[in-house]
């Protein structure tokens, strides 16, 4: 199967961040609703994953037989996506009212409009990661919501926390995935039923008001925000940061899913600046504006760079005990 490889570094928090997601070895002999030839060595797990919440994300699924499931909702109505690599090509089938859409955007998915020759290595890490991850594609999903709305529920909370409550809203507010899709999987609300979500669910769900309230404001205009995904990375982050909760760490982790962003860095982070400093200046208390210098070499494929450093593996000691959960739920 194009792309496939046993990654040489373990799947560790930072490497999952960095959006590594193990497929298994697709099974040829099925046919498909779409098929497209890969013009590159594509990694399916390392081009889909990041857009996996959570291992128990009810949007996302990997099967046995080697093939990612989404579960979306497109400008067309709620679809399913199965997807599987077999002899340097794609194979794709799709149900429900958004199937068709989703097809048609199947390359965009795969990284078609990315540029990975655009990318050259400056440092010995940073290459190292590279050639091992040779199948990286950055995708573009098209889809401005379905990317912003998990982000702002990971705002200022631990990943679990945030995957514990996209979970749980969308599995008791969205609907089941059209098809044949594994059992569990969901499409997630559309931009009526998040405005309707009572209080007490936002709450049960460990969402505060702060960020509840972020997610109605961009679900009122949510018509709006979806335009965003055909612009250029920074206009759309330029609209996207007109709501009000939602800033330069939200916008930048939304475009790097909807529109394929390279150079879309993530600023404001906890943890990513330590990381990038202590791998390519072995300065672990880097902050925003050090970690910006160090990725000046790589202007226009920021983004690409800091993935590939989180993929690498190498992340600082640590010196401190993980930030601890709350749960606003027992309050």
Do not use: C
């Not at 990654?7 to 498909?32: D, E, K, L």
């Not at 631990?158 to 499409?187: F, I, K, N, Q, S």
């Not at 979500?197 to 049960?204: A, G, K, M, V």
């Not at 990375?233 to 609209?239: F, H, L, S, V, W």
């Amino acid at each position: 199967m194009a792309g496939r490889f046993v990654p040489r570094t373990p799947t560790t928090r930072a490497t999952y961040r960095g959006g590594h997601v193990p497929v298994p070895a697709a099974r040829a002999g099925r046919s498909a609703a779409r098929e497209w030839v890969l013009p590159e060595v594509t990694d399916l797990g390392l081009t889909l994953g990041p857009l996996r919440r959570g291992p128990a994300d009810p949007t996302f699924r990997t099967t046995p037989d080697g093939s990612v499931w989404r579960a979306s909702r497109t400008p067309d109505g709620p679809g399913t996506l199965r997807v599987s690599l077999n002899g340097g090509a794609a194979h794709a089938d799709a149900w429900g009212a958004g199937a068709e859409w989703l097809l048609d955007r199947l390359p965009a998915l795969l990284g078609a409009d990315d540029d990975p020759a655009a990318f050259v290595p400056r440092h010995r890490l940073v290459a190292a990661a590279h050639r091992r991850r040779a199948g990286l594609r950055l995708t573009r999903t098209g889809l401005v919501m379905e990317s912003l709305i998990p982000s702002v529920l990971e705002q200022k909370v631990t990943t679990d926390e945030a995957y514990r409550a996209w979970r749980l809203l969308v599995r008791r507010h969205g609907e089941p995935a059209p098809g044949p899709a594994p059992d569990g999987m969901y499409v997630m609300p559309d931009p009526r039923t998040w405005r309707q979500i009572p209080s007490w669910e936002w709450h049960r769900a460990g969402v505060d008001d702060k960020r509840a309230a972020t997610i109605l404001r961009a679900a009122r205009v949510a018509n709006r925000l979806e335009e965003a995904a055909a612009m250029e990375p920074d206009k759309a982050q330029e609209r996207l940061e007109l709501i009000p909760g939602i800033g330069p760490w939200t916008s930048a982790e939304t475009v790097q899913r909807s529109n394929g962003a390279p150079d879309a860095v993530t600023v404001g982070d906890l943890h990513l600046p330590g990381i990038v400093g202590y791998a390519l200046g072995g300065d672990r208390d880097a902050d925003d504006a050090a970690m910006l210098e160090l990725l000046a070499p790589y202007a226009g494929q920021r983004h690409r760079a800091a993935r590939l450093i989180l993929l690498s593996g190498r992340v600082p000691p640590r010196r401190a005990p993980r930030m601890t959960p709350g749960d606003i739920a027992r309050l």
